[in-house]
């Protein structure tokens, strides 16, 4: 059964389309990166998941329960880590982990999870005095209570220094191992690269691209480079290179030769320079996360 199924769903305010006939299915256990420039309707799509807004047209299941007819089973096996800091009260930190965990009648130990979200030592300390990346951690270990079969996190690294970051990371890929479905909203693509299994790029309420970041590069017809040192670059070489099927630029720059190809064809290129000359050193990239989210939306903002 796929953890999240949403089906034809758009979604307008007013005059504003905020979505647009979606289609989307996440699989149990999948780390699915949701990403889209501001205002494409990320925030939307996820308050449809909690029945915080209904589509106007269209549904959405979360391991098949209705998340309109019902929201009560979808809520107790989600754990959500909402954009900005509205959910939380002013109570203790360790208190607003005691309701999480009610909320979802599960035992648990509020300290295990300050430690795990690294804020153990301000389990005592009332959450308005929190520093923003205390907030946001608190509210991971909140969406962390009772063990939840999927976790929802809406742009999770909104104020954490590096440290937290990484830690958001390792939490994330520890989750994903013990099976956990993680739907995971993000500007930052970096992060989304480190630990997403398959991505979504929504644009202007539209779903246009679902894939794994391979198969992104890859439909996008992406290139990477080759960079090939060698002691000098043989007669004939640069020729050879630029014949191959998948090349789009080669160039010389002293004795290193820079190719602009297509991932497969990266093995025959290399050859090529160790079957011509002495080869002292090899190099490759691929187009980033980031170039190829500016291609599929545009980058006009
Ligand atoms: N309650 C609302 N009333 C009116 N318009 C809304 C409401 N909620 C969202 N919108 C509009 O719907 C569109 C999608 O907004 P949404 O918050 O889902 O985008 P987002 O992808 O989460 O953006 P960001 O990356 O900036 O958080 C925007 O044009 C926004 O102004």
Partial sequence: ??????????????????????????????????????????????????????????????FGHD?????????????????????????????HLEFALQAKRAEGDPQAILDRVGIAEAGDRRVEDYSKGMKQRLMLGMALAGDPDLLILDEPTTGLDP????RMRQIV???????TTVFFSSHILEQVEAV?????????????????????????????????????????LVETIEQRGGVTSVAVEGTTLAVGCENAAKGAIVADCYEAGTVE????????????FVSYTGGEN
């Fill in 1 to 62: 059964m796929a953890a999240i199924e949403i089906s034809g769903v758009s979604k307008r305010f007013g005059d504003v389309t905020a979505l647009q006939n979606l289609d989307l299915t996440v699989e149990e256990g999948e780390v699915f990166g949701f990403l889209g420039p501001n205002g494409a309707g990320k925030s939307t799509t996820i308050d449809i998941l909690l029945d915080h807004v209904r589509p106007t047209v269209g549904s959405a299941q979360v």
């Fill in 67 to 95: 998340t309109q007819a019902a929201s009560v089973p979808v809520r107790e096996r989600t754990g959500v880590l909402p954009e900005g800091y509205g959910a939380l009260g002013r109570m203790t930190g360790r208190t």
């Fill in 163 to 166: 440290n937290g970051a990484r």
């Fill in 173 to 179: 890929q520890a989750e994903a191992d013990r099976g």
């Fill in 196 to 236: 997403c299994d398959r991505v979504g790029i929504l644009n202007q309420g539209e779903l246009v691209a679902v894939d794994t970041i391979d198969g992104l590069r890859e439909a996008a017809g992406a290139t990477g480079q080759l960079h090939v040192t060698m002691s000098s670059i043989p007669d004939g």
């Fill in 281 to 292: 050193n090899v190099e490759t990239s691929e187009t980033s996360l980031e170039d190829l």
